[in-house]
């Protein structure tokens, strides 16, 4: 079942650095930021998650958790993690079953072939579990902005 916006989501289990099991209903209470990213240690992702590690703290006080998403194992997320300083969790989708449940999983051309992955997406989930916003195939310049904007809107109208 994929997300719907203004409609609350679908429960599922999915495994973290920091030895966390992510649920959505564990989750309720407090807004959640899930962001999509290729692979890490790769030059764009790298400078998301160091965005989103920067303003972690304007999370928080906005009321909201962040989690990055990849395909990645969780030895790769955990120096990735280590090696960025990153303050928050990267969720190890290794048989993309969020990927897909999410629909960022894309068909793309790399170096003359096609190729399957990860399209750079971001989902806002309310304090009652309810998907608030999405943005899919974005762009890292100012993409962090406007999601903490999103959240803090989201704060402003409880």
């Given at each position: 079942m994929?997300p719907?916006?203004?409609?609350t989501l679908?429960?599922?289990?999915?495994?973290a650095?920091?030895?966390?099991?992510?649920t959505?209903?564990?989750?309720?209470g407090?807004?959640?930021?899930?962001?999509?990213?290729p692979?890490?240690?790769?030059?764009?992702?790298?400078?998301?998650?160091?965005?989103?590690?920067?303003?972690h703290?304007?999370?928080?006080?906005?009321g909201a958790?962040?989690?990055?998403?990849?395909?990645?194992?969780l030895a790769?997320h955990?120096?990735?993690?280590q090696?960025?300083?990153?303050?928050?969790?990267?969720i190890?989708?290794t048989?993309e079953?969020?990927?897909?449940?999410?629909?960022?999983?894309?068909?793309?051309?790399?170096?003359?072939?096609?190729?399957k992955?990860?399209e750079?997406?971001?989902?806002?989930i309310d304090?009652?579990?309810?998907m608030r916003?999405e943005w899919?195939?974005?762009?890292?310049?100012?993409h962090?902005?406007?999601?903490?904007?999103?959240v803090?809107a989201?704060?402003?109208?409880?």
């Amino acid at each position: 079942m994929t997300p719907v916006v203004n409609k609350t989501l679908p429960e599922f289990e999915a495994f973290a650095t920091g030895g966390v099991k992510f649920t959505p209903s564990a989750n309720l209470g407090h807004a959640v930021v899930l962001y999509f990213y290729p692979k890490d240690a790769t030059p764009g992702c790298t400078t998301e998650a160091m965005q989103f590690r920067d303003h972690h703290q304007d999370f928080l006080a906005a009321g909201a958790v962040v989690f990055g998403v990849s395909r990645d194992n969780l030895a790769s997320h955990e120096k990735f993690k280590q090696a960025l300083e990153l303050p928050f969790e990267l969720i190890a989708d290794t048989e993309e079953k969020l990927c897909h449940m999410f629909g960022v999983v894309k068909n793309k051309i790399m170096y003359g072939k096609k190729v399957k992955g990860i399209e750079r997406s971001t989902f806002l989930i309310d304090a009652d579990g309810v998907m608030r916003a999405e943005w899919r195939g974005i762009k890292v310049a100012g993409h962090v902005d406007e999601v903490l904007k999103a959240v803090q809107a989201l704060k402003q109208a409880a």
